[in-house]
């Protein structure tokens, strides 16, 4: 039986930091990769004023031109500790395909108001082999075995 850290593998993030009416995005996902993707964002302590936003697009490699693909229902104004996830799959790209077009997508997160503390991790499903040989690069460690 395969291990859930080799099923999903952390292949992009927003790093914790505060999100106010400027968007932060994620790191680019090639869908090539991916049969589906899940972005799982995390708010805190928000301003009295402040929402979440959370957007999947397209986008190009570079994560210019980006199209919004999915918008989350904004999440009210104050309400704190609150996650929204979002999940993307290759039927969701044009021709149902991540071979040509919508090949690449990114996440983001935005505030109507003041905004406060927010994270997000992308787990991805890799099509071929364990998922986890995807990790981005700062993934510190996997912990698989009982102490």
Do not use: W
Not at 4 to 11: A, Y
Not at 91 to 101: C, E, M, S, V
């Amino acid at each position: 039986m395969s291990k859930l850290s080799e099923e999903l593998g952390v292949i992009a993030t927003i790093d914790p930091q505060t999100v106010t009416t400027v968007e932060v995005c994620s790191d680019v996902v090639d869908m090539s990769k991916y049969t589906d993707v899940m972005a799982i964002f995390a708010g805190g302590n928000m301003a009295s004023d402040g929402s979440m936003i959370c957007v999947a697009y397209t986008c190009a490699a570079a994560g210019t031109s980006a199209v919004a693909l999915k918008t989350a229902t904004t999440v009210a104004a104050g309400t704190d500790n609150t996650q929204v996830v979002i999940e993307v799959n290759n039927n969701d790209l044009a021709g149902g395909t991540a071979t040509t077009a919508d090949r690449y997508i990114k996440f983001g997160i935005t505030s109507a108001g003041s905004g406060g503390p927010v994270a997000c991790i992308v787990l991805g499903r890799a099509k071929n082999g364990p998922s986890s040989d995807n990790n981005l690069g700062t993934v510190n460690e996997i912990e698989i075995h009982k102490d």
